[in-house]
């Protein structure tokens, strides 16, 4: 993917007036709807750095319309004050007049966070960037703003208005976050180093078989480790049986496992799925071997053969990428895995990153985030990158900057 855009550095910031996309979306606690994790929040200290001496207008979403944790922004406001020297302020409103009215009042050296941009149906829309030019969104909003900067990589996959419309209407950068993502990613995509190593869990298994696929066509991965349900669909694929419970529950992946098993015929070498388990039976954790899978509980975790034969990999790799944790770490005992996943890759002297909100955030528990490369704050953004797919977000700064150079020329 071209990543050719222009960076704050390209801009005057002093006294400008700059609508700053950032993602902040965070992890809610379920029964109080209080921010439980705000690494994203203070993903937007280098930028916002960048911007003290201009007039800033945030704006963000919080998970989707209908869901428990659609809330207002006002809590992430009250923490990314925490994290900039500007003072912050926020508004109930995105692009009402109370809004355009703060907007028009922001002095030098203010931040304005306006409200979850969700809230306004349109940017629910998956359009091109051209065609969302047209909604209020953007017709309200862009005539206030001299600069629009993109900062929410997380959200770079998904074409709504506010990411990927106002490059077409305002002279456009990518933040500090957005390079510093994208410059890891492009490591991996152009040169990795070698061997390299992708180590999959989680069990969003759809977004997972198109990296697998991409990485293994590209040549970009000598090795794919599996753990998590993606490991079990490509178990299933490869005639291992589970028990009646798991076996209902991979029905439901039936067209999945039939991606597997095309993919494993054609990469059976790179591809390394578990050879053992941790299952739950009677309240307790047993190891089981693949084989006798059929009999045994529900499976949790990778067992410690394989853990053993994972982290041997990683430590002979020179790049280790992963993304979504390989058992389900949040129950006691079946943590091992993902723990030692993590520990492994921690210690090693290889360009490693890890990404997916699960598995960053227990990084984080463990207090060993700072040894990666790079932790990524997305998870289905550096997937869709991984699986070779454009992010529409990149392609309209991608855009704006070609406008940019044009219109440079001709002055
Ligand atoms: C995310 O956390 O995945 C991003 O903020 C994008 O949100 P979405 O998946 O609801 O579009
Ligand atoms: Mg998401």
């Known amino acids: 993917m071209e990543i050719d855009y ?189 061997p390299s190593t992708y180590v999959l869990g989680g069990a969003k298994i759809e977004d997972k078989v198109p990296v697998i696929e991409n990485i293994l066509s590209t040549r970009k991965g000598d090795h794919v480790l599996l753990g998590g349900v993606v490991g079990k669909v490509f178990l299933k694929a490869a005639g291992q049986r589970f028990n009646e419970n798991e076996e209902e529950e991979l029905a439901k992946s039936q067209q999945q496992v039939e991606k597997a098993k095309h993919i494993l015929a054609k990469y059976k070498k790179q591809i390394i799925v578990p050879s053992d388990f941790g299952t739950l039976e009677r309240g307790k954790r047993v190891n089981v071997p693949v084989e006798k899978m059929r009999g045994a509980g529900v499976s949790l975790d990778i067992g ?53 909100g699960h598995l960053a955030g227990y990084a984080g528990i463990l207090g060993i985030a700072e040894k990666f490369s790079h932790v990524s704050t997305a998870g289905g953004a550096m997937l869709s990158l991984l699986a070779g797919e454009e992010l529409p977000a990149i392609v309209a700064l991608v855009d704006a900057a070609k406008r940019h150079k044009r219109s440079s020329a001709e002055s």
Do not use: W
Not at 75 to 92: N, P
Not at 166 to 182: D, H, I, Q, T, W
Not at 319 to 327: C, D, S
């Open 304 to 356: 410690p053969r394989t853990t053993e034969d994972f982290a041997r990999i990683i430590n002979r790799s020179k790049t280790v990428v992963a993304n979504g944790p390989i058992g389900v770490f949040e129950q006691e005992g079946f943590e091992t895995g993902t723990r030692s996943l993590l520990e492994s890759m921690a210690n090693s002297n290889a360009f490693t990153v890890i990404g997916g």
């Open 6 to 194: 222009l960076t704050l550095s390209d801009f005057e910031k002093r006294d400008k007036r700059v609508l700053l996309r950032l993602d902040i979306n965070c992890p809610l606690d379920p029964t109080t709807n209080q921010i439980l994790d705000d690494t994203r929040i203070g993903s937007a200290k280098p930028t916002l750095d960048m911007l003290v001496d201009a007039r800033v207008a945030v704006l963000s979403h919080q998970s989707r319309p209908g869901r428990e944790d659609f809330t207002s922004l006002e809590q992430h406001s009250t923490l990314l004050q925490k994290h900039c020297t500007q003072r912050v302020r926020f508004i109930d409103d995105v692009m009402g007049p109370a809004a355009r009215q703060a907007i028009k009042e922001l002095k030098k050296g203010e931040v304005l966070v306006l409200d979850n941009v969700r809230l306004c149906a349109e940017e629910n829309l998956q359009e091109r960037g051209e065609k969302l030019t047209r909604t209020n969104l953007v017709r309200r909003l862009a005539p206030f703003f001299d600069l629009y900067v993109n900062d929410a990589f997380a959200a770079a996959h998904r074409s709504q208005a506010s990411l990927v419309a106002f490059p077409y209407v305002l002279p456009s950068a990518a933040g500090k976050l957005m390079e510093r993502e994208l410059g890891a990613l492009k490591r991996l995509l152009e040169e990795p180093d070698r």
